[in-house]
């Protein structure tokens, strides 16, 4: 090797013989395991849990027993102080259908946000990690290239290097050695220049990868502790709705009876406004109440901000480039393009996280909540003025035909496989919400009503 023929030998070296040879074997080895993430403790594990084991457990498997047994009941006495502080808060809302409300929109719109950060990380993540697995499989490649400028190291400075390189810091400490000898062996000081280079931005990404984690662990962590408030909510929510409509449930199943006698989504719709009498009772309020009014010609924002309202606070017509879509998702399909059938789409779909929270778009009332033909779960609001908002595509809905429910208010949630026929015949790995909007029972582009960034959005 170059670097050998620049380097004298040095008595002591020469006489390690095998010896040293063996030594730089084990730095490269315990090097080569540095880059691929492991540590001392890890290896040992693996060849301990490679040879069997006859004796008792040793002191600190029992320590770590006993570490993650503590761990444990520190986190059930967690989810018990949750459900006791969930209960007084429920509790504390009393019969107050406003305060619920309020508070059912807000945890919604949190665990919307929560879900959003959860996902910027993740994208986030992922070049991150590309670029680790690059540099590890690079300098695995070189590994000749490292034993030689190790060896050229061990040689110039009479002693082994450090017995344990096993983390990429240590091996950078060694190669900033090595560069020392760039006026005696330029090659070597550029070799080492170019590890210690690669070895930096390995260190570098860990670290920021380590702080992503971190911020994602947090996050959701936060994000299963709103969504245990919000099912208590919504929980609640739907016995003080049951109470006041005792035959709910018969409802309900007269409903999905009825859906079953009918073939297109129009059809659908007139027949439950036509023959149920909790989905006919929403239909007659909503054309009775009339739209809005709309000073100056627009839309009154400051009615959203009642809680307690029974009507929509804004007419459907005058909201456009208003509302926020029912839930955090990519748009795989657009309103008019090919439905992949021969025919054209009638509205949009999103692809979305498994679990998902999905909220209304604008207020309106329950005509339709149950399964329909390829559409897996349908939930349909009339939003006044002839207008009606179709969502479909979600494993569980969780409000009733004949309620009334406000914008951003939670309404179902996705599951973790598309429920749509139209979107399982092409193999979508994700859960994927449909959603379509009709004017006097015309499906129209949903395109104007969507807001254009955050800022614009309403809320409830």
């Not at 029992?62 to 509790?91: F, N, Y």
């Not at 908002?389 to 009334?404: D, K, P, W, Y």
């Amino acid at each position: 090797m170059l670097a050998a023929r620049n380097i004298p030998s040095y008595p002591d070296t020469a006489r390690s013989g095998p010896l040293t040879s063996a030594r730089i074997s084990l730095s490269i080895a315990l090097l080569s395991a540095g880059f691929a993430g492991l540590s001392p403790t890890t290896t040992a594990a693996q060849v301990a849990e490679s040879t069997p084991q006859t004796a008792a457990p040793s002191p600190d498997a029992i320590k770590q027993r006993e570490q993650e047994l503590e761990a444990a009941r520190a986190q059930q006495k967690s989810a018990a102080e949750l459900q006791q502080k969930l209960k007084a808060d429920i509790a504390a809302i009393g019969q107050d259908r406003s305060k619920l409300n309020a508070q059912l929109i807000d945890i919604a719109a949190q665990v919307r946000g929560i879900e959003t950060r959860i996902g910027d990380a993740e994208a986030r993540l992922r070049p991150l990690d590309t670029r680790e697995q690059q540099i590890k499989g690079s300098l695995d490649s070189r590994r000749a290239e490292i034993v030689e400028v190790l060896a050229a190291l061990q040689r110039a400075g009479r002693r082994a290097p450090p017995a344990l390189l096993v983390r990429p810091e240590d091996a950078l400490q060694s190669l900033r050695t090595a560069m020392l000898l760039g006026s005696v062996v330029p090659e070597l000081r550029a070799r080492a220049e170019k590890l210690a280079s690669d070895l930096s931005e390995l260190i570098a990404l860990r670290k920021t990868i380590a702080s992503e984690r971190d911020h994602l662990a947090t996050d959701r962590d936060k994000l299963k502790e709103d969504q245990t408030r919000l099912a208590a909510l919504v929980d609640e929510r739907q016995r003080k709705q049951s109470a006041t409509e005792k035959d709910m449930e018969a409802e309900g199943a007269r409903a999905v009876t009825l859906s079953r006698q009918v073939d297109s989504l129009q059809g659908l719709i007139s027949k439950m406004e036509q023959d149920l009498k909790s989905a006919a009772k929403a239909a007659a309020t909503a054309s009775l109440q009339g739209a809005p009014a709309t000073p100056n010609g627009k839309p009154n924002l400051g009615g959203l901000k009642d809680p307690a309202r029974l009507s929509p606070a804004i007419a459907f017509a005058s909201a456009k480039g208003l509302f926020a879509l029912p839930v955090n998702g990519v748009k795989i399909r657009e309103f008019g393009g090919s439905d992949g059938a021969g025919g054209v789409e009638k509205g949009i779909s999103l692809a979305t996280r498994p679990g998902s929270q999905v909220t209304t778009p604008c207020d309106g009332w329950v005509v339709y909540a149950g399964p329909f033909r390829s559409y897996g779960q349908l939930l349909i609001l009339n939003a006044g003025g002839g207008y009606h908002v179709l969502i479909a595509g979600m494993e569980r809905i969780s409000v009733n035909i004949g309620q009334f429910v406000l914008t951003g208010e939670p309404v179902a949630t996705m599951g973790t496989k598309s429920q749509v026929a139209s979107i399982l015949a092409t193999n979508a790995s994700q859960p994927v919400l449909y959603i379509e909007f009709r004017k006097d029972g015309t499906p129209i582009d949903p395109g104007p009503w969507w807001a254009a960034n955050e800022g614009e959005k309403v809320r409830g």
